[in-house]
């Protein structure tokens, strides 16, 4: 079975470029969420969704961030415009328990380097 | 006070060795608890997962739960230089449905 898929794998760009990333959740799953992980703060929650509905997106950093999930087996997550700060690799994972009861399957991750 | 703690090491064990990683979480209504290895420049992988009713066992690997003092464990019996990784630890918080991660453990298996 396919696992989450995540696109690009890197993307190297200067600051003040628009980003995009991709994730495609396992099928049949119904909860999706992004994560951030740098050294310094580790693996950081920044949104998740339920049945494409956004539920918690207290983890976004600032309104240079958005995440869509227009229908169940698509969302990105923009950044705009980037920042050097924002360098880091960017997990999409997914699990069809909304309650959080069962394990989150993660995407081999985005690398992300602001020039 | 972190909502998940874990020591970030590095702890470093003999190969053949137990190695024993260890999580405190504040919330005491948690009930699943999880445990990812992490490869460096690769994604979190799960090993295996707890709900607050019991310990779980599945080859070299053994999670406990100790409600009382609101920590979670996970053994690594007979470790192996393969075992070296960092390894996560999350938690459940109040069932919201997203879970809450420690910074981590490097494990170092040496030869």
């Known amino acids: 079975d396919a696992g989450v898929i995540q696109s690009p794998r890197h993307e190297v760009t200067e600051m003040g470029q628009e980003v995009t990333l991709r994730c495609k959740p396992i099928?049949?799953?119904?909860?999706l969420f992004w994560y951030r992980q740098t050294m310094m703060r580790g693996l950081e929650l920044l949104i998740y969704?339920?049945?494409?509905?956004?539920?918690?997106d207290s983890g976004m950093p600032e309104d240079r961030f958005s995440a869509k999930m227009p229908n169940a087996s698509f969302s990105t997550l923009k950044i705009q415009p980037s920042e050097p700060r924002d360098s880091a690799v960017y997990f999409c994972?997914?699990?069809?328990?909304?309650?959080?009861?069962?394990?989150?399957?993660f995407g081999d991750g985005t690398r992300l380097s602001i020039l | 006070q972190k909502e998940v703690e874990q020591n970030s090491g590095p702890l470093s064990v003999p190969e053949g060795a137990i190695a024993s990683l260890n999580c405190t979480y504040s919330?005491?209504?948690?009930?699943?608890f999880f445990w990812y290895r992490q490869y460096s420049g690769k994604s979190p992988e799960l090993i295996m997962f707890?709900?607050?009713?019991g310990d779980k066992e599945d080859g070299r690997f053994t999670a406990q739960l100790n409600k009382a003092s609101q920590y979670v464990s996970l053994l690594i019996r007979d470790s192996q230089p393969s075992d070296s990784a960092t390894y996560l630890c999350?938690?459940?918080?109040?069932?919201?449905?997203?879970?809450?991660f420690g910074q981590g453990t490097i494990l170092t298996v040496h030869p």
């Open positions: 994972a997914s699990t069809w328990d909304r309650r959080g009861n069962q394990p989150q399957h």
């Open positions: 999350a938690v459940n918080i109040a069932s919201y449905g997203k879970l809450t």
């Open positions: 099928s049949g799953h119904n909860s």
């Open positions: 707890i709900y607050s009713n």
């Open positions: 919330d005491r209504g948690s009930q699943s």
């Open positions: 969704f339920n049945n494409n509905v956004p539920i918690d």
